[in-house]
């Protein structure tokens, strides 16, 4: 079982930036797939950034320029820096977890953490 325990959010001007942080506990496999995602209210839960452990990082095009993704293995932690922060980017903020093994994929999500942009 992996928990991830997101920390960070909060609220912030535009234009500003804030540090998301999602620390993984558990069972950890090598093979795996971090993400962000983030929802705004009223509205579909939609994919920030995708970093796979051997693939191409990819943003949403929303993002692009102003958020970075990185892993801290050692500490099996993944940031999400965001600077030039926007309105927009109001939302709950989820880590997810993507884990292979033997054939067979596990998901895990975080619980979410508040990210408010005020104008």
């Known amino acids: 079982q992996v928990q991830l325990v997101e920390s960070g959010g909060g609220l912030v001007q535009a234009v500003g930036s804030l540090r998301l942080s999602c620390a993984a506990r558990g069972i950890l496999f090598s093979a795996n797939t971090m993400c962000w995602y983030r929802q705004a209210p009223g509205k579909q839960r939609e994919l920030v950034v995708i970093m796979p452990s051997g693939g191409s990082t990819c943003y949403a095009d929303s993002v692009k320029g102003r958020f970075t993704i990185s892993r801290d293995s050692a500490k099996n932690t993944v940031y999400l820096q965001m600077n030039n922060l926007k309105p927009e980017d109001t939302a709950v903020y989820y880590c997810?977890?993507?884990?292979?093994?033997?054939?067979?994929?596990?998901?895990?999500w975080g619980q979410g953490t508040q990210v408010t942009v005020s104008s």
């Open positions: 997810y977890r993507q884990q292979l093994r033997g054939g067979s994929q596990y998901d895990y």
